[in-house]
């Protein structure tokens, strides 16, 4: 398995690199502090290619490699991990799953603008009461002839209330579980959906996360996706692709801790001498340092083997469960090594550990991953 960079991986990391920190850091802070979502930012992602990296360029993405997005998105998370994660949720959920179980019809109206950022989407499977437990679905979708009528409440939605479309899994038939729930294509507008609470969030505050509600919401038969009852199959498949982004998303706020360590451990002096020469200091950073190097080559041997035709999710859930433990870590030990400054906003690292605990959470918890790769080892 190689894991070397080649020429487009090389120019797309160099080309994200200077794009996160020449277009997206002079804001970041202000956003995280207002809670301010990056809309002109993802318009010039998704001019840069970067909204639809996977998908074939007939159907408006730049048709690029699975490791070619790894090196991309951690570049954007390690400047700002809510850019990421909008950038995240569009190509690993929506566009991959209009993608790869759209129809011609589907892809035709709906994923040409969602690859080429014109439109922004959403996916929408956790709710109140269905969040580990997704096959627990609540919300209803009633065949009435040539539509479905939707009812039920999502919640925990990203890029929920900014979404043009949003791919919503509902229950078509509640007697047969996980093999009784559709996913239809739903566009914002839509009569009876409409944007419910907006969270106040610890941490990735200018992406927004929102309940969505859906009241006698008519969808027209032709935007499901796939057969009735396939819908727990597609959000689980589809959550297999979407865990290798998110470990790309912790992987990115892992590298700053480090490289913010770095830069103030040889900047801050204390008894007369850089703290970059106490080896307390130097331990932190030589862990934080093979923790991130080990999390990057589970990430980019989960993208291989997706792109191979393998048998990925095990190894998805391993990258996931590493880099955002490694995140998190990263985080507190930089705090650590800024002492007082750590614990402050100026100097950044307080939000890394802010955004770097959802990374745990969010597209399956560290506990759920575990039962991944624990079940796959003993089946």
């Not at 894991?3 to 997206?24: C, G, P, Q, V």
């Not at 190509?91 to 035709?108: P, W």
Request: hydrophobic content about 40%; overall charge negative; some cysteine.
């Amino acid at each position: 398995m190689d894991f070397s960079l080649n020429d487009t991986h090389t120019m797309i990391r160099d080309t994200a690199r200077k794009f996160a920190d020449e277009r997206i850091a002079p804001g970041t802070i202000e956003r995280d502090e207002k809670e301010e979502f990056p809309r002109e930012i993802v318009r010039e992602l998704g001019e840069l290619g970067f909204m639809g990296m996977m998908v074939p360029e007939e159907w408006g993405g730049i048709g690029l490699d699975t490791p070619s997005y790894v090196y991309a998105l951690e570049e954007i998370s390690r400047v700002d991990a809510s850019v990421g994660v909008i950038m995240s949720v569009n190509n690993s959920l929506v566009c991959y799953g209009v993608n790869k179980d759209g129809t011609t019809e589907q892809k035709e109206r709906y994923l040409r603008d969602l690859a080429s950022g014109r439109k922004l989407g959403a996916f929408a499977l956790s709710e109140p009461e269905a969040g580990s437990d997704a096959s627990n679905q609540r919300t209803i979708a009633l065949r009435d002839g040539e539509r479905y009528i939707l009812n039920g409440t999502k919640n925990w939605i990203t890029n929920g209330s900014s979404a043009d479309v949003v791919l919503v899994m509902a229950a078509t038939d509640k007697g047969k579980g996980a093999k009784g729930i559709s996913t239809f294509i739903v566009e914002k507008g839509t009569p009876g959906f409409t944007v419910a609470k907006k969270e106040k969030k610890l941490g990735i505050r200018s992406s927004d996360t929102v309940s969505l509600s859906f009241a006698d919401c008519a969808v027209p038969a032709a935007n499901r996706i796939g057969a009735e009852g396939d819908g727990f199959r597609f959000a689980m498949k589809t959550l297999e692709g979407g865990r290798i982004g998110i470990a790309a998303q912790a992987l990115g706020i892992a590298q700053a801790c480090l490289d913010a360590s770095v830069k103030y451990a040889k900047e801050r002096k204390a008894f007369d001498r850089p703290i970059a020469e106490l080896q307390a200091i130097q331990f932190k950073i030589a862990d934080m340092a093979t923790n991130i190097d080990a999390s990057r080559m589970l990430t980019l041997k989960a993208a291989l083997m997706k792109d191979a035709g393998e048998p990925f999710g095990p190894d998805a859930a391993m990258a996931k469960l590493f880099a955002s433990h490694t995140a998190v870590e990263s985080a507190l030990e930089a705090i650590q090594i800024h002492g007082g400054y750590g614990y402050v906003r100026e100097y950044l690292v307080e939000r890394y550990l802010r955004d770097a605990k959802i990374t745990e959470i969010y597209e399956g918890t560290s506990e759920i991953q575990r039962i991944v790769i624990a079940r796959a080892l003993l089946r």
